[in-house]
């Protein structure tokens, strides 16, 4: 081997140690995963934390169903209050607020069971209007106690 490639060997193993530091060629970098695992935290933090916090407590059932997430949710709070996809909605508005809803032709009701069958008759009443045809009422399960 000459020197001239002796010499350029040396320099890039120089340069190398002092760039690199004395890690071994097997030791990989940590910071890409964790910057991973971060974002997934947070991304599972956001995703866990879209569900309404109304105080809604819906009536009991005996039938066991779980409504599809992809339809449009409307809550009913006990004392009339409305939030239509978390958005808080009069009832003079909600006709509007459906309407936008071309494709869907389905409304999940989310009602407090203290909410009178007038004001969800009101509310199917006013769905129907703007061209919604099929209602998922939600319920609770009712745990046999005894």
């Known amino acids: 081997m000459s020197r001239k490639n002796r010499r350029r060997s040396t320099s890039y193993d120089d340069l190398r140690q002092r760039i690199v530091g004395n890690k071994g060629k097997q030791e990989e970098n940590m910071i890409p995963m964790i910057n991973v695992v ?3 935290l947070l991304y599972f933090m956001v995703a ?4 309404s916090n109304h105080d809604v407590v819906p009536p ?3 039938k066991i169903a779980e409504p599809p997430p992809h339809i449009p949710r409307l809550t009913v709070s006990q004392t009339g209050e409305m939030w239509f996809e978390n958005r808080k909605i009069k009832m003079v508005d909600l006709k509007e607020g ?12 989310h009602a407090d069971a203290k909410v009178d069958a007038l004001t969800i008759s009101k509310i199917m009443d006013i769905s129907a209007e703007a061209g919604i045809i099929q209602f998922v009422l939600v319920t609770q399960r009712k745990v046999n106690t005894g």
């Open 98 to 109: 459906l309407s936008r809803l071309s494709s869907q032709k389905k409304l999940r009701i």
């Open 38 to 40: 971060f974002l997934l």
């Open 60 to 62: 009991y059932s005996t």
């Open 48 to 51: 866990g934390s879209i569900q």
